[in-house]
């Protein structure tokens, strides 16, 4: 007779996703309460106001929180941490990260921001910074929100989704995992429905490059670059806090805040809700014949094979 705590705990692919998903969120749980006190100080002296040095330090301790978990739990399930979603292996992961940086991160918030000058609501203003200070603050704000990149996809796109994507289905896990990202940004100060809704749709666009690559490399790139565009190069609100050390100073001009974005920034726009959906749509339409295999299980599937 069969142990009713094997069809409980196992299946075919050894403990099911859903114990595994509790595992790896208890050990963040210990590893974040370890480093809970650093954090919290970052968090008060970032108020308001967004500082490079900080945002490193605070980015850069989540990301390695998660990287331990990731490999506790590669260790335990026996697998190659690649299948998380950062291949370091057999993949053009800097080719990949440019292009999301600059054609899906950069260049849309551009056009975002072009739009919105269009309409008069817009104006970029003249320069904040000069000579030397360009170079110095940008590197330090790239160097930063690079790390946001990884630490925010990692987080909800890495061994999340992977695990999740197991026990309920890849569409079914990105869609519960966009939400969850969209309730984190409705922590931010002065966050809107619209900029919510705007956070869960790249959310989901980030997974469709996972699933479309095969990595989170692109994603990654593509958050990275649309941050360090509006915090740094144009100086404009993200999620509701202005950077210290901005290239330009920006205007936004009266108008409804669901076209101005108000105090948000563009991401409270509705032109940034209708142009990650067109991206969304446009990165299927340019990757849909180049697609390799994701690094996730798709529930019912066989396993995929290692990356190495």
Not at 5 to 23: M, P, Q, S, T, Y
Not at 104 to 116: A, E, N, R
């Amino acid at each position: 007779m069969a142990n009713p705590a094997n069809f409980v705990f196992f299946n075919e692919r050894g403990l099911r996703a859903g114990w595994r998903f509790v595992i790896f969120l208890g050990i963040l749980f210990c590893l974040f309460f370890v480093v809970s006190l650093p954090l919290r100080s970052i968090s008060r002296q970032a108020e308001n106001v967004l500082r490079p040095e900080l945002q490193i330090l605070g980015e850069g301790i989540t990301f390695l929180v998660l990287l331990i978990a990731c490999w506790i739990m590669s260790r335990i399930e026996k697998r190659t941490m690649a299948l998380y979603g950062l291949p370091l292996r057999n993949e053009p992961l800097f080719s990949r990260f440019v292009v999301g940086f600059f054609f899906w991160g950069f260049i849309p918030l551009s056009v975002c921001l072009l739009v919105l000058r269009l309409l008069h609501v817009f104006d970029f203003g003249n320069f904040a910074l000069h000579g030397a200070d360009i170079w110095s603050w940008g590197i330090k704000w790239l160097v930063a929100f690079v790390l946001v990149g990884f630490s925010e996809e990692y987080l909800l796109r890495g061994y999340a989704l992977y695990t999740l994507a197991d026990g309920i289905g890849f569409w079914p896990a990105t869609l519960v995992l966009a939400a969850l990202f969209g309730l984190g940004h409705a922590r931010n100060p002065g966050e809107t429905q619209i900029g919510i809704v705007a956070t869960v749709v790249f959310a989901i666009f980030a997974s469709v490059t996972l699933r479309l690559t095969g990595s989170l490399w692109l994603a990654v790139g593509a958050h990275a670059g649309w941050d360090w565009g509006q915090s740094f190069f144009y100086g404009v609100s993200d999620s509701g806090i202005t950077a210290q050390g901005h290239l330009l100073n920006p205007t936004i001009h009266e108008g409804p805040v669901w076209l101005t974005g108000g105090s948000v920034g563009p991401e409270g726009s509705i032109v940034t809700l209708i142009l990650w959906s067109l991206m969304m749509l446009l990165f299927y339409l340019v990757y849909r014949n180049r697609r390799q295999p994701a690094p996730v299980i798709e529930f019912g599937a066989p396993v995929p094979p290692r990356w190495q």
